[in-house]
Nanobody
Framework: QVRLVESGGGLVQPGGSLRLSCSAS????????MGWYRQAPGKEREALAT???????DYSDSVKDRFTISRDNGKNTVHLQMNSLKPEDTAVYFC??????????WGQGTQVTVSS
């Protein structure tokens, strides 16, 4: 099992920035990728950004010019730097880890609210 713990959510004004972090522990060997998703009330969970262990990053069109995913070298921690936040970015943000052999693992989620 892979345990994922997110941190860094909160309330921010439109145009502001937040940095989310996700720390992985447990059976972290052979993780293929880690990434971030979000789910707003009444909407489906949306993939935002993924980063493979080889360093390939992929972003959704809705965030690619504003959000940046990164990883601490040698640590099983990924970050999501979110800039120019908009009210429509309000959602619960989830960390994801993916293993080819065993599939997806999820964190408990962290709330991000963008409001004045």
């Amino acid at each position: 099992q892979v345990r994922l713990v997110e941190s860094g959510g909160g309330l921010v004004q439109p145009g502001g920035s937040l940095r989310l972090s996700c720390s992985a522990s447990g059976s972290v060997r052979n993780i293929y990728s880690m990434g971030w998703y979000r789910q707003a009330p009444g909407k489906e969970r949306e993939a935002l950004a993924t980063l493979t262990t080889s360093g390939n990053a992929d972003y959704s069109d809705s965030v690619k010019d504003r959000f940046t995913i990164s990883r601490d070298n040698g640590k099983n921690t990924v970050h999501l730097q979110m800039n120019s936040l908009k009210p429509e970015d309000t959602a619960v943000y989830f960390c994801n880890a993916y293993k080819l052999a065993s599939g997806d693992y999820w964190g408990q989620g962290t709330q991000v609210t963008v409001s004045s």
